[in-house]
């Protein structure tokens, strides 16, 4: 039994949990899609009436990628509904920038209310970088989690082996006429990751090979033709290369930067603001969620549940063994366990939204000219990053103190070429880089 469900929660029985309660039985989940939530005592509605939740429903967008799991399961086994939300609408979005067109919209006009999205976005919403200059204020509530992420190469490139080192790319990629690296969005993780990863090895994105941007479910589609030399995804696509056979692995992301912070759930701030309670009620059902999809025991049926038509429709296959720290990179090198490069949900604070980290999201998107040298990182962090309202959900699950971090920074971070980032000092990361396009 779950610290969760052993918790004693207060359970009403007047006018409020009565509505939640019939409401439960009639929720929609998977966008259009029908589903039948887990009803079972130990799920029924546990919120007292002072802490009911303005309204008992949000949409929320996702995209088909293991790290959405969360929020599907928070839907699946009906712990949005157990904190008073059973019309929460899980809703599948065509890429990064669909989300960002949604949320920009807002549910009110048709688009949606927060979303599982690369944790810089929310940011780069906030400030307009990504919305025609218009800016749409954000709110991050919760890392997702961490680690997860695949850099793939083509067949092409199997005999070189590539790895962590990159410098054989360089002379391979003159051979190319117009290489093309993909990543997902503009300034997100996975920009952020196979940047890193080239230019450790001495390669200049935009100079040695072109970025482009092709939604992750189109990764698999696009390597296959030809389309771009590597890429970097979350999962299941990068299983997906490699058990369709091409294209093979070169790193999974926790390799580059051990337990490295990737999605987030945002929300945008006019929501919150409006509804702190009900705002309180999904983050409660999230981190719960989160605790289920981090034991070993539920693996299985969470990969069961995302593959479904209804959110994924991926084979079981494709998802099941990086749940489980199982990787065959398709490259002849055997097959190797390692559970502490797979996606983490709440495992070692994966959840904790660690302001640091949002930190170095940003210095990175300076790193490459994204936003202007002189942003106030630290100043638009405090103002996106929600770790106070984290706290609060997290104490009311019953979360013990020892898995509440005590401080918003993690401290100085060590990437795999020996870089370090300290938190305090930014600039000294970014002045340590050979490779950036930094501009004023």
Not at 105 to 127: N, R, V
Not at 316 to 339: A, C, L, Q, V
């Amino acid at each position: 039994m779950s610290k969760l469900s052993r918790r004693k929660f207060i359970f009403t029985t007047g006018a409020t949990a009565l509505t939640t309660a019939i409401l439960h039985g009639c929720a929609q989940g998977g966008g259009n899609q029908t589903t039948t939530e887990n009803t079972t005592p130990e799920n029924a509605p546990v919120i007292s009436p002072e802490d009911a939740p303005e309204v008992t429903g949000a949409k929320l967008g996702f995209i088909a990628l293991t790290d959405a799991a969360p929020l599907i399961i928070a839907k699946e086994k009906g712990f949005y509904a157990k904190y008073g939300m059973p019309d929460v609408e899980v809703i599948k979005q065509a890429s990064w920038g669909t989300t960002r067109d949604n949320l920009v919209l807002g549910s009110a006009s048709g688009g949606i209310d927060g979303a599982h999205i690369l944790t810089p976005m929310p940011y780069l919403i906030s400030m307009g970088t990504v919305t025609d200059g218009k800016p749409t204020p954000m709110y991050i509530l919760a890392r997702l989690n961490v680690n997860g992420q695949g850099i793939m190469l083509g067949n092409n490139y199997k005999d070189l082996k590539v790895g962590l080192d990159t410098s054989p790319l360089k002379e391979a990629f003159t051979k190319v006429t117009d290489p093309k690296v993909a990543m997902t969005f503009p300034g997100g993780t996975h920009d952020c990751w196979i940047r890193y990863w080239l230019a450790a090895g001495g390669l200049e994105p935009g100079k040695d090979v072109s970025t482009i941007v092709v939604p992750p479910a189109q990764m698999v589609a696009n390597v296959k033709v030809n389309a771009m030399e590597s890429f970097c995804v979350g999962e299941p696509w990068p299983l997906q290369t490699v058990n369709q056979g091409v294209g093979y692995q070169a790193i999974t992301t926790g390799q580059l930067w051990k337990d490295h912070p990737e999605k987030a759930f945002g929300m945008r701030k006019d929501w919150v603001d409006a509804n702190p309670k009900a705002a309180k009620a999904l983050l409660m059902a999230v981190l719960e969620a989160q605790q289920w999809c981090d034991k070993p025991e539920n693996k299985e049926e969470m990969c069961q549940i995302v593959s479904k038509r209804e959110w994924f429709k991926v084979p079981f296959e494709d998802i099941i063994d990086r749940s489980k720290g199982i990787y065959n990179y398709g490259n002849g090198d055997p097959t190797f366990e390692d559970t502490e490069l797979m996606q983490k949900y709440w495992t070692d604070n994966a959840s904790y939204p660690y302001k640091s980290h949002d930190l170095w999201f940003l210095t990175e998107n300076i790193r490459w000219g994204y936003i202007p040298a002189d942003t106030d990182t630290k100043k638009i962090v405090d103002e996106v990053n929600r770790e106070d309202l984290w706290r609060e959900a997290a104490t009311a699950l019953g979360v013990p103190e020892s898995e509440i971090p005590t401080s918003p920074s993690r401290g100085v971070e060590t990437f795999f070429d020996g870089i370090t980032f300290d938190p305090e000092n930014p600039q000294a990361y970014l002045d340590s880089l050979k490779i950036k396009t930094i501009k004023a």
